[in-house]
């Protein structure tokens, strides 16, 4: 039994068997081709998508400092409104000559004809 297993199988050599064997040839480069091109497609896709990640991520932080440095400034912007209201009081309250000889008289200690000033110490300064 074992004479008759090991008995050589010759292929026939029709055009049929190689025209299968062709098509069987030009399948598996087919396959190879499909599998290089999906490859490279991944390659590029994949190197595509770290671009744009890395674009978004980067444009994120940016508009994030630029955002809290509006805000800053916007703070600071307030603040020299404020600070502009009262100089605005301050010269109108200069042109007035009453505000001009009272503040005078207790910045500089100037005083009316016959008016005498006392200088007395502030209790919360001494302490």
Known sequence: MSTELNRNVSK??????????????????????????LSVFFVFASLLTYLMISSYI???????????QKQKLNHQLADIKKQQTILKEDIVKL?????????????????????????????????
Do not use: C
């Open 58 to 68: 980067s444009q994120t932080t940016k508009l994030e400092s630029t955002l809290a």
């Open 12 to 37: 026939m050599q029709t055009t049929y068997v190689e025209q299968q064997e062709y098509a069987e040839i030009a399948s598996a480069r087919k396959r190879k081709l499909v599998l290089r091109r």
């Open 95 to 127: 042109n007035d000559d009453d505000y001009i000889a009272k503040l005078a008289r207790k910045e500089y200690f100037f005083s009316k004809k016959g008016e005498i000033i006392f200088n007395i110490p502030d209790e919360s300064k001494e302490n």
